[in-house]
Structure formats: C-alpha cells, structure tokens
C-alpha cells in the first residue's frame, strides 16, 4: 500500500516535467511555463519596432499584445489576430490587410514524429487534433516574408517573420 501511494506521488512529479507521447494542453505540466515566457519574449521583441507595423498572430498572443493589461507590453501593438498560423489562412489575411510582421508559434502538446509517420495513430490522432502544421519557413519565403527572429525555450517556439523590402 506504501509503495502503490509513492508510486503515484512519484508519477504526479514525473508528469510535472516529461512531456507524454501523445497531444496533451499545455497546461497539463511545466510546458506551459515555457510557452508564456516565449510569448513574453516576443512580444517585448515585437515592441522594439519602430513605428505602428501591423502584426498577425494567433491567440493568445494577438490578444496578449493588444492591450497592456496582460503585462506582456508596455503600449498596445497592432494586431490583428489570424484564424489559424496555415499558410493559406495567413496568405488571405495578408492580401486583405498587407502585414508587416506574422509571429508563428508552437502550440504545444504536438504527438512525437514517429507517431505521425505510422498511418493508424496519425489518422486517430487527426480524429481529435489539428494535424495541419503552421506555416513552414519555404511557405513563409512565398509569401514574401523572411525569418527575423527565433525563440525556443524547452520544446517550445515562436519565430517573427518580417516582410520582405525590395
């Protein structure tokens, strides 16, 4: 009985910091410490812009950067919040508003690579999450975008794509 009861405490602490191999909220363990300071760091980075430039990113940083009461800014950006980080949403809300600056980021909880690459778990976990990924860099490049800035904590990240001046 002793050892069932520390079996489980030993379990709950584990959990706090291993990451499972299947989709999982953030807010299940410590990821979701590593995603806010990442949305932090972003946010403070898109601040240094000079000017009013037009953002688009997803929630929760498209609304964590609209306002200071989240304490992620010190002045309210301009954003405008995308309907997904999919190339093609972001290519649409670019022709309809000309963007100056898209923030991709993780989302968390994503199954490992060898999950996705064996067709029955990657039609069950399709069932139950979105499996379509974010913008890739190339998709980005076509959009007439360029990678400024990188952030990675843990598994977790967030790219700033500024773009392109000719």
């Known amino acids: ?53 037009l953002i688009a990113t997803v929630w929760p940083l498209s609304v964590a950067t609209k306002t200071t009461d989240y304490g992620y800014v010190s002045r309210p950006l301009n954003v405008i919040q995308a309907s997904s980080q999919h190339a093609a949403d972001l290519a649409k809300l670019d022709l309809d508003h000309r963007l100056d600056i898209v923030v991709l980021f993780s989302r968390g909880g994503s199954p490992p690579a060898f999950m996705l690459s064996v067709h029955l778990w990657r039609n069950l976990i399709a069932r139950f999450n979105d499996l379509h990924p974010q913008a890739s860099g190339e998709e980005m490049t076509a959009l007439g975008f360029r990678l400024q800035q990188r952030f990675e904590g843990g598994e977790q990240w967030v790219e700033i794509y500024l773009r392109n001046r000719r």
């Open 1 to 53: 009985r002793v050892a069932s009861h520390c079996a489980l405490i030993a379990s709950l602490l584990i959990g706090w910091f291993v990451n499972p191999p299947f989709p999982f909220p953030l807010e299940d363990n410590l990821s979701v410490v590593d995603f806010v300071r990442l949305q932090e760091d972003a946010a403070h980075y898109l601040e240094g812009f000079p000017g009013n430039p």
